[in-house]
């Protein structure tokens, strides 16, 4: 009986553990090298060494490709990551890094150097995400071809955006610019096809050139894409880049209209060209909820409330949207 169970139980912990066999590499100077891989699926676990050697180096494009790959493990010997590594990988939804690694890091399935101040790759499988306070730059290609990322929050420590970061997202139709970014990389945007809403909040970022001298971060973004900007802010023209501009103001109450109107307690907004405003309503302050939309063109709206009197407090806010 022994002799049957023990090959039995090693057939279970084969079948368990996370595959290697699907890796490709090949030695390089004295240093193993992860090559091109087509055929990686499934959970893979890079290993630490091949055939004696550390393997420090994860190539360009490596995984490119590999639709069904769902997870990657890294070791700690992997000093250098050549971007992009997982373009078109749509199941991939965590990358993982082991913690001994002196280079890079992981949080939540998504490589950092080790300090994680800057992100190094989005796994491409993945649809949202909020970037970690902290983070101050996203490294190049950091989300290059992440075709189901749909929504993406930038936080306002970051101040650089790296070159071809964005490029390729073909489902991100919008995204907003903290103040915090100084810097804008080549490319940046590239052929993201559907982005057409670039919200700045800040001064007009920086824009990093080529070797060629060129600049092209909006090139190939959606049909009739703007880059929308506050009044206040500088560095702004007609255009920035290859897309033109349109100034926002935020919106305010026009001195002596609020008051009791026929309908109503309400007030006239101004400043609300180009944009769309929501008026939010509280009882309590915490607490607020929308009540009024304006989108029609013109620079002021009147608000009327007629649900005023039936709360004892009632207070007010204006927002674009």
Known sequence: MKTRLIPLALACLLAAAPTTAQVNYFNYGGIAVVGSSPNASGDIVIASTFSGYPVGIILNS???????LRSVTIPNSVTSIQSPVFSGCTSLTNLSVDAANSTFSSLDGV?????????????PGRGNYVIPNGVTSIGGQAFYNC???????????????????????SNLTRLTIPAS???????????????TNFTFLGNAPRRIF?????????ASVGAGAKAYYYCGTTGWGANYGELPTVMLCPPQIAPGSAGVKPGGFGFTLTFLTNQTIVVEA?????????IWTNSLP???ADF????????SNRFYRARSD
């Open 147 to 169: 075709t189901r990322l749909t929504n993406v929050i930038i936080g306002n420590s970051v101040t650089n955006i790296g070159s071809g970061a964005f490029s390729a997202c």
């Open 304 to 311: 009327v409330d007629p649900e005023w009197l039936n709360h």
């Open 282 to 290: 509280s009882t309590n302050l915490p607490n607020w909820q929308p």
């Open 111 to 123: 490589v950092f150097n080790k300090a994680q101040t800057t992100l190094i790759i989005f796994p």
């Open 298 to 300: 013109g620079a002021s």
């Open 181 to 195: 970014v100084i810097n804008l990389g080549y490319a940046a945007f590239y052929g993201s096809s559907r982005l």
């Open 210 to 218: 080529d070797m060629d001298g060129g600049f092209a971060q909006f």
């Open 62 to 68: 490596a995984f490119s490709g590999c639709t069904n």
